[in-house]
């Protein structure tokens, strides 16, 4: 009889849990954020405020395949980036308000601290995709491509001057 007490109590319990759940105990998760070029796609972080710009993919031992980050301006505009504290290589395409690729290069790494090169994107650009280095030569990826964005929100919600 106690048992049978117990096993009340636990469905009592786990139904009343549901219910004050309600949907945020939801284990559905939105799809990640993806960025297809040439066919290959690459799972991204997004960089969409000025932090997050700013640390990129610093003090990273590595980027595993197939992942990156994609680095969202609020408008577009020439862009410049470095290999401030970067561990490994990194291939970067920077991508017009379209998603076209306006520019690649392949950034090598530099003395920790003591980083000096920077690579441009030579127009306006409103994204920046960087991946472990080699995977753009790979896909084939060239200026004139252009990028299908899957879950990536608005830019204009970015954070930085309008």
């Known amino acids: ?8 109590l636990l469905i009592v ?3 009343l849990v549901g219910v004050l759940c309600g949907c945020s105990c939801s284990q559905e998760t939105s799809p990640p954020p993806t960025v297809t070029i040439r066919g290959r796609t690459w799972k991204v972080e997004l960089a969409r ?10 003090d990273r031992a590595k980027v595993p395949e197939g992942t990156g980050m994609l680095f ?3 408008r577009p505009q020439e862009l410049e980036f470095c290999m401030r504290h970067c561990l490994a290589a990194l291939d970067i395409a920077f991508l017009d ?3 076209t690729v306006v520019k690649t290069h392949t950034m ?14 030579g127009d306006r650009a409103q994204y920046a995709l960087e991946v472990a ?11 004139g491509d252009v990028a299908e964005f ?8 970015a954070e930085g001057e309008p």
């Open 1 to 8: 009889m106690a048992e049978h007490a117990n096993q009340l």
């Open 72 to 74: 969202i301006y609020p």
């Open 13 to 15: 319990g786990l139904s």
């Open 49 to 58: 405020t000025n932090q997050q710009r700013y640390d990129g993919l610093s």
């Open 97 to 99: 308000a379209n998603g």
């Open 150 to 157: 899957f879950h990536i929100p608005d830019p204009a919600k």
């Open 108 to 121: 090598r790494m530099e003395p920790y601290g003591r980083e000096r090169l920077t690579y441009g994107s």
């Open 133 to 143: 280095a080699g995977e753009l030569g790979k896909a084939g990826v060239r200026e």
